[in-house]
């Protein structure tokens, strides 16, 4: 039997019936009761147990895997206030699902190590492609729990996925797992056996500026750059002074004008969102930034933002196998690149779905940062933390 995606859209009020609503529609499309798996994504306006327990009224027992997300992403277009499932029914490709809870609590690469270990579990018997990661971003370190799943899985082992967002709010973000909506978690999914997947990731922002050097830093805590307060960066660029911009100012600040880290080899920075700074004028990122790194402020346009998420999709469709085409694709968007695009972030959908290819069906959310893998050669396809990004993954049998 080929592989069968179906795809659910709910808007309504009423989360029971919403969550039963689209996974309802998901499952009608593909005419199964095999579901080897379901993605689901929704807005947090929704009361999420009562939605998750409409989903399980009509999908019972079926894995799933998901996030809450500021947006969701379906060939219709953006809906900031919807739910969407994705369900998947395949003889040939393998689904392996695992969860860590209680990140706080953990030490992050070893949780990290531990899922990843989890997740194998389940998936032995068959080649692995990719693990597929949902994670709270409101977690301090996201590096050091991606370094952890890399342990378990294989440095250069592919990894994609999104951290889960509540619109701007930086209060909560949910996982889900099992018909379970979780905080302060991360779910993932091992995918394998016959399958073969491509990934796409591309920001657009543009250096400004002279580079700098980050002197001092400890994790994802840049203390100082050129041996002054890491945020006074920010003060000199945009003449406020740090009292202002903790006053709320930063986060905003950093959504515009992201840090980007030079890479070698790599064709654009690595971007790094700052959103808090201490009394002592360090700046706390999502992701790590090392010790030494070269940096630079970054700036977006429309123009640069949407020619990414061409290039984007145009490396998730090359393919040497032009008889086998995409079975499905799910999309990781920084939150970030909807405030850029405004009124034209609808333009980027239409961008990838043109590109992929109108009957693709593909599902995502907007994200406050993006896990992939990097692509010059020198870094060996490892995966790293992205801010202000757009990740597409694109799955094919073999």
């Given at each position: 039997m080929p592989t069968l995606v179906g795809i659910g859209l709910s808007k309504n009020k009423d989360s029971y019936l919403a969550g039963k609503e689209a996974a309802y529609s998901a499952k009608q499309k593909i005419d199964s009761k095999n579901i080897s798996i379901a993605f689901v994504f929704a807005t947090i306006q929704f009361k999420l147990e009562s939605l998750l327990a409409g989903i399980k009224e009509v999908l019972g027992g079926a894995p799933l895997v998901g996030s809450s997300g500021a947006g969701i992403i379906t060939p219709q277009g953006i809906n900031l206030n919807a739910v969407a499932v994705m369900t998947v029914s395949s003889e040939k490709i393998k689904f392996s699902t695992a969860k860590?809870?209680?990140?706080?609590?953990?030490?992050?690469?070893?949780?990290?190590?531990?899922?990843?270990?989890?997740?194998?579990?389940?998936?032995?018997?068959?080649?692995?492609?990719?693990?597929?990661?949902f994670l709270d971003s409101l977690i301090k370190n996201s590096s050091a729990f991606i370094s952890g799943i890399k342990e378990s899985l294989g440095i250069s082992f592919p990894l994609i996925g999104g951290s889960s967002s509540d619109n701007l709010k930086f209060v909560r973000t949910y996982q889900f797992f099992n018909h379970e909506c979780l905080t302060n978690s991360a779910v993932g999914a091992l995918l394998g056996g016959d399958a073969a997947i491509r990934i796409g990731i591309h920001h657009g922002w543009k250096p400004l500026g002279k580079p700098r050097t980050v002197t001092s830093s400890s994790g994802n805590i840049i203390k100082t750059i050129d041996d002054k307060p890491a945020i006074s960066l920010y003060e000199e660029y945009f003449g406020k002074?740090?009292?202002?911009?903790?006053?709320?100012?930063?986060?905003?600040?950093?959504?515009?004008?992201?840090?980007?880290?030079?890479?070698?080899?790599?064709?654009?920075?690595?971007?790094?969102?700052?959103?808090?700074?201490?009394?002592?004028?360090?700046?706390?990122?999502?992701?790590?930034?090392?010790?030494g790194a070269s940096i630079k402020l970054m700036m977006g346009t429309k123009e640069s933002a949407l020619k990414a998420a061409a290039l984007a999709a145009e490396a998730v469709k090359k393919t040497t196998q032009r008889d086998k085409p995409l079975k499905f694709a799910l999309i990781f968007d920084s939150f970030s690149r909807n405030r850029l695009l405004g009124r034209n972030a609808p333009d980027e959908i239409n961008i990838i779905k043109d590109i992929l290819g109108k009957d693709i069906p593909f599902i995502g959310f907007y994200t406050y940062g993006e896990q992939a893998p990097l692509n010059a050669l020198d870094y060996k396809g490892q995966s790293y933390f992205h801010n202000e990004s757009i990740a597409i993954l694109g799955i094919r049998e073999k």
């Open positions: 860590a809870i209680n990140l706080d609590k953990e030490d992050l690469h070893m949780a990290g190590q531990r899922l990843g270990s989890d997740a194998l579990h389940s998936l032995t018997a068959h080649q692995r492609e990719v693990f597929i990661l002074n740090n009292q202002e911009i903790k006053s709320g100012e930063l986060m905003h600040i950093s959504i515009r004008y992201p840090l980007g880290i030079y890479l070698e080899g790599e064709e654009e920075y690595l971007l790094r969102n700052a959103l808090w700074t201490d009394n002592d004028g360090s700046l706390i990122c999502q992701g790590d930034v090392p010790n």
